[in-house]
């Protein structure tokens, strides 16, 4: 194995690290397990190597040595992950794309912009405003996450109702195969040339390739935002009333309602209790905004939403992006995460109550709410949060298992999707088959295989362990 990190070393200079600091902050994402983890003194423990690549040929080079060297790779953006897709094993080297930053070119002409992978959001989204466009992608953790992770996460921001996720915005890709080779995606507005092969990348997770370089296709900054907000008796109130606007045809980019738990945490200045609230974003020409907000005011009462002070969306809007910490909550005896998953309209209702009913017989549960963030045409999505209180800390990862299999039993059972936008990693890779059934998982499985067939890139991710569930 030091062979490996020679052979690195001889390659590529002084783009290899071995310090303990930068090993020790390379051994996991943010998923809430491994924070736990932590606590207890058994958490992942650090890599053989770091390589800090700084180009598309480092990381060929990378991955060709470790190849031979049969050594696993696992690549790493911003780590902001919450699935546990990061877990370093002693022998594993991390591939860190943060050397990979920048802009490589924008055509305001096309709207489209080339960033190298390792760009944070934040950094992509504030390039391309000084030319007055705009990525439209907003994740709550866009100042901590890249543009290659949103890709390999297949990630979904805040905006997405009117914007659309990742795969709506991205034209290119470039990326670098197990073995070495380049692939690139021609940046053209859509084609018919076989199979789209960015979308074998989009949720790959690290173990297909290494994203890049990624293109987007922008648009200009809106000339109108406009806020709106209204509260329900019901939460499935609220929902028909999103179900309504959406078959309509409006699509305002912020969709959001919260359930009577999440209202009054969130919002109780402006949001009565026991009521759902339900708060917009509008965007784009002024005149085509005037005429959304109209339409929406009109379809939201007419499920029974009563007009609310459009003051929670500037809140909102003030503390969208502040980002929690586990630990300080794992320390007080809290469990804590939040579980996304989707489902058509018919299933919603009876998947939020099937859910926050499992979720309260774990014991020890303080609180199971939810929202709604990403909604379209045929469905929506729920992003249930839990907390539960537990005495001793040897039982956290227990009690952290519990609400995971209630969420994710309950969902499959109401016939939902497992995952909405923040992937499988660890955490969810036993249900992957109720997802894709045995023909998906074995077609992944022959993909990996076809790609990488040692199984070096991102091992035990996204795939579920060999054998039965
Ligand atoms: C507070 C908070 C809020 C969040 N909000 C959202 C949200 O609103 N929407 C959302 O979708 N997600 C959200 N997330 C989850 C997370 O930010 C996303 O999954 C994000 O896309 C991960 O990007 P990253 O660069 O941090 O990837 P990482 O965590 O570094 O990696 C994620 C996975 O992708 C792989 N990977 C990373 N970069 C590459 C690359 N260049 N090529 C190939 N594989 C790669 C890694 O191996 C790993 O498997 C949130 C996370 C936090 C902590």
Redesign the pocket.
């Known amino acids: 194995m030091s062979d490996i990190v020679a052979a690195l070393r001889a390659a590529l200079g002084d783009r290899v690290l071995t310090d303990p600091e930068t090993l020790a902050a390379h051994r996991r994402?943010?998923w809430a397990l491994a924070e736990i983890h932590d606590l207890l003194g058994r958490g992942a423990p650090p890599p053989r190597a770091v390589v800090r690549a700084r180009s598309t040929e480092d990381v060929a080079q990378t991955l060709r040595i470790c190849r031979a060297g049969h050594a696993a790779v696992?690549?790493?953006?911003?780590?902001?992950?919450?699935?546990g897709?990061?877990e370093a094993t002693p022998e594993s080297v991390v591939l860190s794309?943060r050397g990979?930053e920048g802009l490589v070119r924008l055509s305001d002409h096309n709207l489209t912009a080339c960033f190298r992978?390792?760009t944070?959001?934040i950094d992509a989204e504030e390039r391309v405003r000084q030319d007055g466009l705009t990525i439209g992608h907003?994740?709550?953790?866009?100042a901590?996450?890249?543009?290659?992770?949103?890709?390999?996460?297949?990630?979904?921001?805040?905006y997405s109702t009117g914007y659309g996720?990742?795969e709506d915005l991205v034209l290119a890709l470039e990326?670098v195969l197990p073995d070495g080779s380049v692939l690139r995606t021609r940046e053209t507005p859509r084609a018919a040339a076989g199979p789209d092969l960015r979308q074998v990348?989009m949720g790959?997770?690290?173990?297909?390739?290494?994203?890049?370089e990624v293109t987007f296709s922008l648009r200009p900054l809106p000339e109108a935002s406009v806020g709106q907000a209204s509260h329900f008796a019901a939460f499935d109130d609220g929902i028909e009333a999103i179900r309504r606007i959406m078959r309509a045809g409006w699509r305002p980019p912020v969709v959001r309602l919260y359930d009577a738990l999440e209202s009054q945490r969130t919002f109780a200045a402006w949001c009565p209790a026991g009521r759902s609230l339900l708060i917009l974003l509008h965007e784009g020409p002024a005149s085509a905004v005037k005429e959304e907000v109209e339409a929406v005011a009109a379809l939201s009462a007419a499920a029974g939403g009563d007009e609310a002070d459009v003051a929670c969306v500037g809140h909102w809007l003030e503390h969208r992006?502040s980002?929690?910490s586990f630990r300080e909550l794992n320390e007080q005896g809290l469990v804590v995460d939040t579980i996304e998953v989707a489902c058509t309209w018919d299933l919603a209702p009876r998947l939020y109550a099937d859910v926050t009913r499992s979720l309260r017989h774990v014991p020890g549960i303080l609180m199971a709410s939810a929202h709604t963030?990403h909604s379209y045409r045929s469905g929506t999505n729920f992003y249930f949060t839990f907390a539960v209180r537990v005495e001793e800390r040897e039982r956290m990862p227990a009690a952290y298992r519990a609400c995971w299999e209630r969420t994710m039993n309950a969902s499959v059972a109401a016939g939902a999707g497992i995952a909405h936008?923040?992937?499988i990693?660890r955490v969810r890779r036993n249900w992957l088959v109720d997802e894709i059934g045995d023909a998906g998982v074995a077609l992944l499985r022959d993909l990996k295989r076809a790609l990488d067939p040692d199984g070096l890139l991102?091992p035990g991710?996204?795939l579920p362990p060999p054998g039965p569930r």
Not at 74 to 83: E, K, L, M, N, T
Not at 205 to 210: A, D, M, P, Q, R
Request: charged letters at 5%.
């Open positions: 994402d943010y696992i690549p790493f953006g911003g780590a902001s992950g919450v699935c897709a990061i794309t990979l992978a390792g944070l959001g907003w994740p709550q953790s866009v901590l996450s890249t543009v290659g992770g949103w890709v390999a996460t297949r990630a979904s921001g805040q996720s990742i990326v990348f790959s997770e690290g173990t297909l390739g290494v994203i890049t992006n980002v929690p963030s936008h923040h992937g990693g991102n991710v996204l």
